[in-house]
């Protein structure tokens, strides 16, 4: 049996889907932005947090989509911010890491496509894959 191969015809269409492939695109909503630094003391011992649940469930549900240290993982979310002109910055690496164990993330990729939408709102991030 012969190996039939593809003939691409359309390579302005192809070069252009191969191209979107790394496309990614966030949405920050202006609720978001308003919640994103905590406004009430934790109600424990010792100084409040500087940033909300919002702001820390952000940053480990973009960790899970990009791997990344968390070190790198602050820069990314800074510079996407930079990027899109929004006036916030980044939970810093080590309040990540501390109120990680305190907040239940729960997210599923439903889609391997090759394009993910994050939204962020007053109520969470979500993600959207292809098709969704």
């Known amino acids: 049996m012969r190996k039939v191969k593809n003939k691409i015809t359309n390579w ?12 990614i695109t966030f949405w920050i909503d202006e609720s978001a932005k308003k919640a994103w630094h905590c406004r009430e003391h934790h109600g424990n011992r010792g100084i409040g947090f ?3 649940d919002v702001a820390i469930e952000t ?4 960790k899970g989509v990009f791997p990344l240290p968390l070190r790198a993982l602050q ?12 006036p916030l910055r980044s939970p810093n690496y080590s309040s990540i890491s ?18 993910r939408h994050i939204a962020i709102d007053s109520t969470g991030l979500k993600l959207f894959g292809e098709g969704e």
Not at 59 to 62: D, M, P
Not at 75 to 86: A, E
Request: proline fraction near 2%.
């Open 98 to 115: 501390k109120r990680a164990k305190t907040i239940d993330v729960k997210y599923d990729i439903q889609s391997k496509g090759a394009t």
């Open 12 to 23: 302005p269409q192809y070069n252009q889907a191969l191209t979107q492939r790394g496309s």
């Open 59 to 62: 940053a480990l549900i973009v």
């Open 50 to 52: 500087e940033f909300s």
């Open 75 to 86: 820069g990314f979310i800074d510079s996407i911010f930079t990027l899109m002109d929004v």
